[in-house]
């Protein structure tokens, strides 16, 4: 009894830490994985496990030369590892991922203080950088081979939204859209595993649903509107993808309710201006890198009203 | 029907089923009963009797001129043996009166036995022909303060200023803390003492409408007040969400009345009095029995506890005789807290007394809980949206590290209430409320 333990309330603690949360997004991302591997091959997981490896290997390495407290323990560099992967396509060389990696980890993580001041999402900025150094690599497609070979041995082709916007067909069935059956990166081809993922990380109330659906459905609204197909632009690329994993990053997305829906109104938007009108035929990794960094603008005028303050709009702090 | 509630807030597990089904019985005061001069909000009380007297119980041992004060009294009938510095389960210490009790408990002559016949056209009659001045001076003389755990003196808000009419009387039964269930038990064994007291406040303040607010947590509860409140039209039940902090002041005024305090303001300036279920029974002993607040409802709980209990305790006995009484401990402690988990204050010694504002005590065994490391901010927003003053802690934090006095101000520190739901639930275990106490005396030194 000489020992109590004197410290401020609260006492209790939610059972929530980000370790938790952290689980509970790998595990949304499990049914992604298990589509990818169906629909190309041991390849997939393969690339998966390498940019996992990397991202950890990279995040540990920095702390331990630069004398920080290690983090690998929080989970967040298995996420990047993942989300990474799973923005490549299946026949891009193993080496690429690892590159990749290295840039999201090293370059956008810690060159910024880790996980929470890192500015944009790191596995997006990965995934840009790879795009834009070696473009070739990054936009070979293979459509999926269901022979779980080791090697994957499809032919070329190109992603519904490659098809659309190079000669403004639609090539695939909403069916094949929605189960994955479809040319594109590791994880974004099956829209059905990416929602289930979704629903478990609405139950386990990690993201609410704002950003996701909001985001979504301003695709699908303003691709009606400009005279496109919008069940199809919301089932092909990466949108799905983007929407539930990426774009929901705590440390890159706005924090009150009405920040989510300026930010995902605002990748909606972008989104669809850059597959309708830009050069590019996906638009979603550009879309949230730039809302990513509009979101201390929006933070600073989305301010909850303060109890006890009268009403003035979004100056409740000035 | 729709549940009353407030923005923000958060669901803690509520851990309450250790007691609440447990029915209060008497703590057996103990040979030694110390009184602390300090038990509530405001100046304290200078001792008014001297080593050596006789006292009784529910004598007046202690008073102060100041307004904002209450009388503290013995709680027992014996001798005063020393009047001493002793630790205080506020922090710190206080000045003692310490009483050798001489377990006959013989009571102070004012006190009178309960002679209110207790048929509804009786209590109405009975509050009818009383004069609210009178109310309010029995209030005082009997030393009743908020008993949900801020203890400040009742009389000071039943004299609201001149400017501020009360019309709205708020019983808070909503009891939002984790472990705590002393009010719930009072609601539960005396209703109608309650019903009486709220009658009596909204008498002395002039008010027009008591609304007792409950969290639908305790739907026993909600039931025995509807039934004994039916007589009593200007009476209603509140059903309020359970959701802490739901039984904060500012959040249940908002959720009864949709009213906002002003931030800096009292609960006066939107015409609203709130005052804890087992104040309003303490009131109407008070006013019909003469009875000084003396003992009270104490919940003993938590995991190292043996017997979780709900005791009747005399004010002045350690909290040491409390977990004794309920079976001792069954693991060794590690945290000893006074009040509830959220905002309780932690002990460093059990020797020290009960006073008025003690809703409970409990004992914990878990050290993890406790966190001794912080993470970064991962902006993840959870503590901006649990805020129930709508404030940002995640930033106020930052600010507090960087000791940023101008920032601190344009973000309102001082308007946060210390709840702790943002320490809560932060998923990188940053000590929120720390900084932000160190915040706000910045602030204020500024």
Redesign the interface.
Known sequence: MSNLIVSYAPHIRSAKSTKQLMADVIIALIPALVASVYFFGLPALVHTVVCVLSCVFFEWIWERAFKLPSTIGDLSAIITGILVAFNMPVSAPYWLGITGSAFAIIVVKMFFGGLGSNFVNPALAGRAFMLLCWPVLMTKWTVPDFTMSFVTDAVSTATPLGVLAESGQMPYSYLSLFLGNIGGCIGEVSALAILIGFVYLLIRKVITWRIPVIYVLTVFVLTEILGGDGLYYILSGGLMLGAVFMATDYVTSPMSATGHIIYAVGLGVLTVVIRMFGSLPEGVSYSILLMNIVTPLIDTYTKNRIYGKPKTGGKSHE | MRLKTF?GG?H?NDSKELTKNVPVVPHIPTETIIIPMRQHIGAPCEPVVQIGDEVLMGQKIGDSEAFVSAPVHSSVSGTVVDIKMYPHPGGGESKCVVIQNDFNDTLYPDIKPWNLDVSSKNIKNFVANIQSKEIVDKVREAGIVGMGGAAFPLHVKLTPPKDNPIDTVILNGAECE?YLTSDHRAMLENPLQIVIGSLLIKKAVGASRIVIAIENNKPDAIKVLQEVSSDFEEVEIGILKTKYPQGSE?QII?AVTGR????G?LPSAVGVLVSNVDTASSVAKAVVMNLPLIERNVTVSGDAVMNPSNFKVRTGVTFASLFEAAGGFKV??????MGG??????????NVPVIKGVSGVLA?SE?E???KEE???????KC??A??????P?ALSMFAENSDVEKLK???VL?CM?C?SC???????R?M??HI?KAKALVKNS
């Open positions: 923005k958060i803690p984790p500012k908002n906002q305090v002003p931030s303001g060794e402690p590690k945290k000893i807290i988990p959220m905002m309780g204050i932690p002990q460093v010694t059990l914990f050290p809980t406790f966190g993470g970064i901010c991962i902006k993840c927003g901006v949206d805020c129930p003053m709508r404030l940002m995640n344009k973000y309102h308007d210390e702790g320490s809560f639930i932060c998923p990188q275990r000590f409320v720390q106490k």
